[in-house]
């Protein structure tokens, strides 16, 4: 009888968790992953926050044909973010990274507001808390840097191996293999 009142009360709290915490945003106010080039701009152009200054912030890798624009908000007093990087992948926004002005805001008050909103971190360690489904990874990085990422086109760029470990990342993996 224990065992049932236990599971009983372990998948109310499971669903009550559900129910609460709200699902992934795809991005940061009404800017989406998977919005166009185009999209972004004028959503970019309609929020002084960024510091979105025109064509100039657009850049394009002519090996890859993927753009990134970058902007820079450290100029905004009144903007959170110091600079900002939308990267496209098949001309869809693939990446959304955000650095915020730790001047303004503190990693433990945005921790605290994601886990209220979306409950724990899928993941977490010293460095990065991510939260997670199919869609979306949504990671706060330290020292202060907030992450949208397409989960779905990420997947699908690692099973194509056209996401590679970086030289840090072998070296700490053949490190922990050799222990």
Known sequence: ????????????????CAALCSALPKGYGSI?????VDEVKSELKKNTDFGYRGDRDVSLSPKTK??????DASKNAYSFFTRCW???????????????????????????????????????SPKRSA????SIIM?????LTLKYIDNAKFQKMLDEGHVQKTI????????LESL
């Open 66 to 71: 993927q753009v990134l624009i970058e902007t």
């Open 139 to 143: 990671s706060l990085e330290r020292p």
């Open 168 to 175: 840090e990342e072998k070296s700490k993996d053949e490190f």
């Open 32 to 36: 989406e992953l998977g919005m166009s």
């Open 86 to 124: 939308f990267q496209f992948v098949d001309d869809k926004l693939f990446s959304i990274t955000l650095n915020l002005n730790e001047k303004k805001i503190d990693h433990a008050s945005i921790f605290t507001s994601l886990s209220k909103k979306y409950g724990n971190p899928s993941s977490i």
């Open 131 to 134: 939260w997670q489904d199919d």
């Open 1 to 16: 009888m224990k065992k049932i009142r236990l599971f009983a009360f372990c998948a109310f709290a499971f669903f009550s």
